[in-house]
Structure formats: C-alpha cells, structure tokens
DNA sequence: CTGCATGCAAACCCTTTGCATTGGG
DNA sequence: CCCAATGCAAAGGGTTTGCATGCAG
C-alpha cells in the first residue's frame, strides 16, 4: 500500500511530531478529498474504512497539524471549527460560499486572476498599514444557495 | 436622556420585535464602540453600567437583531461568536486582521472604499457562476502582529 | 528506554431550551 | 389583553483535559 501521506509525513516530524498509524490515516484523508473536514467529518470516515480512531486522538492530531503548519483550521460560523490542508500542500488555495439557509459549503478556486491581484495587492497594504506579518487569508461569501433560492418560493 | 438607539429601535420593530428596555442598552452598547462584541461583552459591559440583563436574554436579543438585520453574527475562530452593526448603520463595512499567536483582532476599514468596489465585482462574478445570491462576505488576513512579532527574537 | 500519543470518561465553555412570570404595544 | 420577552436552571454540542496505558524514535 502507498502511503499518500509520505511528504506530509515528513513534514510533520520536522516539526518534532510523531508520526504515528493514526496520524498517517488522518493525513490521508485529507489527501484523498480536499474540501474542508470537521473532526467529526475525519473520525466517520476513518469509521467508513472499518479502522478506529477516537474523536480525541483526531482534535490532538489537527491540533499538531495545524502547528506543524500542514493544517489550516478555520470557522465559517462557531458550530464546529474546520480543517483544510494549508500552504503548498493544499492543491490550491480557494476562498468559500457559504448557504444561510442550509448551511452548504462550496470551495471554489476558479477565481479570476483579478481577484487574486486584488488581494495580493489589499494584502500588501494592510501589511504595511498595520506592520502585521500576513500569512494567509480567507475570504467567505454569505448568501443563499440556488436550491435554497428555489425553495424558497 | 438621549436614546442613542433611536433609528435602530425603529428598524427592530419594523421587523416584528418589540423595543424592550433590555434592547434598548444593549442597542446603545453597539452604538457606542464599533468594535465586534461577544455575547459576553456586552453583558460585561452592561454589568459595568450597574444595570443588569441576563445572558440569555442577550444571546435572545442578538438573534433578533440578526435576523432585524441590525446586526451580523460571523466567527473568526470557534472560540465564541462575534455581533457588530450590519449594513448601512455600521459606518463602513470592514475587515479583519487575526493575529495566530494571541489572538489579537483588528478591525480596519482604511482601504474599504476601493476594496468594497473590487469585491463587489468579485461578488457579481462568483454569483453568476456559481447561481449564488449572495448578501454579505467576510474577509480576513491572518498572521502575526506587530507585538507579536517582537518577541519572537 | 523515554516521552509523546492514545482512549475513555469527565470536565469545560459557549449557547440554547423549558417553564413560569413579566410587560410591551 | 395577548403574545413576545425575560430569568433561572438545566440541557446540549463541540472541544479539551486528567490519567493510566501503549508505542514511536
């Protein structure tokens, strides 16, 4: 079997981390789909492989991934926190649509090289303004999804 | 005794809730600091006035100026929810700077006139794609601040 | 071998709910 | 007057912690 987690692996014990069969599961769920994950998302779909880890292994392992700079966690509202590969490793970087209504997530990273330039250059900015070290960004949109939209009426 | 809450008083029962004393201070709190609140906040900061308002009734008071639209709800980690005045009656809509390591938030609005301008056609873009109707977005740029920074060395 | 990693149960914190009472319109 | 608003205590849901055991390095 090929470990899909070998670099972040790696990365992890940089980091001083162990790299234990929990973890290594953990990281490979991530590699396989790339939208964000609840811990309860990880935990049921390590279930869904017949394989066990409990719910506080899985907050400990995001909590060193996410030091070990490998994980961003992030919060679109305070119902539970999510967890996304971060940096490099995440395919690419992508900003969230986020339903009202029923709660959908979408990813999208089809952005337009204009908003890219947009907030590189707002980035830079507020950077200077505020002497803060800028070393991510999240942009949300909040609205009503299509199928809410219909319903609706 | 000026009532500072005046307009949005007027905006909550339009919207079918009543204007009771309770909301009128905790209105006249959001009036006065345009910093984003937690619930705790505001009871905090009610306490200090020598007045008194349960929590609850604080947590049941913000979700009816959400829904009034009088005030947004958002969460920058998932630690606890954040309120701030919505729309028109915040003097700007602005953005966020995280820092990672204290936590520390800055709201900032310096750039909004021409970050509002350059998101807005983002908006437009995103919403037609993805048949999105969007209402509101968040932003914000997370790193290290610049107290932060200093004791790293 | 040493110290981090794990599991379980209990603790925690923020937020919501049930229920009887108060009070706004 | 009626129904929304309030307060208190208790429940709820996600996350964290204490403690004894297991295992990576």
Same mark, same amino acid.
């Given at each position: 079997?090929?470990?899909?987690?070998? !670099?972040?692996?790696?990365?992890? !014990?940089?980091?001083?981390?162990?790299?234990?069969?929990?973890?290594?599961?953990?990281?490979?769920?991530?590699?396989?789909?790339?939208?964000?994950?609840? %811990?309860?998302?990880?935990?049921?779909?390590?279930?869904?492989?017949?394989?066990?880890?409990?719910? *506080?292994?899985?907050?400990?392992?995001?909590?060193?991934?996410?030091?070990?700079?490998?994980?961003?966690? $992030?919060?679109?509202? *305070?119902?539970?926190?999510?967890?996304?590969?971060?940096?490099?490793?995440a +395919?690419?970087?992508?900003?969230?649509l986020?339903?009202?209504? +029923?709660?959908?997530?979408?990813?999208?990273?089809? $952005?337009?090289?204009?908003?890219?330039?947009?907030?590189k250059?707002?980035?830079?900015?507020? %950077?200077?303004?505020?002497? $803060?070290?800028?070393?991510?960004h !999240?942009?949300? $949109?909040?609205?009503? +999804?299509n199928?809410c939209?219909k319903?609706?009426?």
């Amino acid at each position: 079997m090929t470990t899909l987690s070998g !670099q972040l692996g790696k990365d992890l !014990q940089r980091g001083g981390y162990r790299l234990t069969a929990s973890r290594k599961i953990i990281l490979d769920i991530f590699r396989y789909g790339s939208r964000p994950l609840s %811990a309860e998302d990880i935990y049921l779909a390590i279930r869904a492989e017949n394989k066990n880890v409990g719910l *506080t292994t899985i907050y400990r392992a995001l909590d060193s991934l996410v030091k070990a700079n490998i994980v961003r966690k $992030f919060a679109v509202n *305070t119902e539970r926190a999510l967890y996304e590969l971060a940096g490099k490793q995440a +395919c690419e970087h992508h900003h969230h649509l986020v339903c009202r209504k +029923c709660d959908l997530l979408i990813d999208y990273k089809d $952005f337009c090289e204009e908003e890219v330039r947009l907030i590189k250059r707002i980035e830079e900015l507020v %950077a200077k303004r505020h002497s $803060f070290e800028i070393h991510d960004h !999240q942009l949300s $949109f909040v609205g009503i +999804c299509n199928r809410c939209q219909k319903e609706k009426k």
